[in-house]
């Protein structure tokens, strides 16, 4: 794999860490300020979730967009592996579903 | 369900914030200072508090991996292959971690966390790196600037299968314990697999984000997490990164092993009091 091909994909890795923690980051922040308000507001509860999922997707986020850059590269073994990351992180999901909350 | 207090958000809030600043400094997640804060101080059920550390994991790892990446710390290669076995340990920790007691919980915690000390004081003085900045790195090596000399320095992967079978335990345990499984991984790589200490930490930190995922979501579908808490955690250890990042950057390897030596015995010491 070119060296200028896994860099382009690490800057590209790393905007989308900052967008997800920033957007999850901000909405958390937006959640404790109508907490602090609010104590007993409805909006509270939601607000820090959304929050939560998507500081939990930023990661699911970045392998799947892994997976494209090494295709994109041609870099199959790789597109293996992120896949297989892919994968197990499906499966937890799995479990947290049937957890029942 | 546990009723959250101004103070008790704001408590967590700050020691997020060291938690966070401790953890980006040494290339860990901070959940290995978080747990035992949450579990001895503010009595939280060790699950509960899992489950806040890995999500405050999740936000440390962004936010480190976004500020080293495209400086050439993160070694891509060896991260994407690590992160196969860590993500399978994580599912089977988040799996085993609903059956074990807190009790358990607590000891393996404890216990874990002074074998590591004990290995990385016992590498303090240790280097990996080889000079010369041309030799050949191999498919799974790396080079990074190495500020203590100010030179371009290369490095060699070494037994690979070790760091396959570390990265899944560490991946186990960050699950488990609440960890980002980087105080298993970092040690590791550096000890045996001849990766310099900041190269490891970047390329930690890129997984652990992952890692923690896999085990968040288990702890969040079950219901234990307890979301006032984990956002001021969240928030907490965002603002403390920032602050660790810039720390790290200047400061000494041999300093950094020695400190996350030092606060990984007080932190077992503390988890075995409180279990016994």
């Known amino acids: ?101 | 369900m546990i009723t959250v207090t101004l103070g008790m958000a704001s408590m967590v809030f700050a020691v997020g914030a060291l938690a966070g600043t401790l953890g980006s400094l040494l290339g860990i997640g901070g959940g290995v200072f978080l747990v035992p804060f949450l579990v001895l101080w503010m009595g939280l059920p060790i699950r509960a508090a899992v489950s806040i550390s890995l999500l405050t994991v999740i936000a440390t790892s962004t936010v480190v991996s976004a500020s080293t990446a495209g400086s050439h710390q993160i070694n891509m290669k060896l991260g994407m292959l690590l992160e196969v076995f860590t993500a399978a340990g994580a599912l089977a920790g988040g799996i085993t971690a609903q059956a074990l007691s807190p009790h358990t919980l607590q000891l393996l915690f404890g216990a874990s966390v002074s074998v590591i000390a004990l290995v990385t004081l016992s590498r303090l003085n240790t280097r990996n790196v080889i000079l010369d900045p041309d030799a050949e790195p191999g498919e799974l090596g790396g080079r990074i600037f190495d500020p203590e000399t100010g030179r371009t320095v290369t490095y060699r992967m070494k037994r690979l299968p070790v760091a396959l079978a570390g990265s899944f335990v560490a991946g186990n345990l960050s699950s488990l314990l609440g960890i980002g499984g980087g105080i298993v991984k970092v040690p590791m790589l550096n000890a045996w697999c001849g990766v310099p200490v900041r190269a490891a930490a970047a390329t930690s930190a890129f997984m652990i984000g992952v890692t923690a995922t896999g085990g968040a979501v288990i702890y969040y579908g079950h219901g234990d997490v307890i979301p006032m808490l984990a956002a001021p955690a969240v928030i907490g250890v965002r603002l403390g990164g920032f602050v660790g990042v810039r720390l790290a950057a200047r400061a000494r390897a041999r300093w950094l092993k020695l400190l996350l030596a030092l606060i990984l015995l007080v932190v077992a010491g503390s988890m075995f009091v409180r279990a016994l």
């Open chain 1, 1 to 101: 794999m070119s060296e200028q091909g896994i860099e382009r994909l690490e800057v590209r890795l790393g905007r989308l860490l900052t967008f997800g923690s920033t957007v999850s980051t901000v909405t958390l922040a937006v959640g404790v300020v109508a907490w602090l308000v609010a104590r007993d507001s409805a909006i509270v509860g939601p607000i820090v979730n959304v929050g939560l999922l998507i500081l939990m997707a930023t990661p699911i986020a970045r392998v799947a967009v892994s997976v494209a850059g090494f295709a994109w590269q041609r870099e199959w073994r790789y597109v293996l592996m992120t896949m297989a990351v892919l994968a197990t992180l499906a499966g937890s999901i799995l479990v947290a579903l049937r957890g029942g909350r």
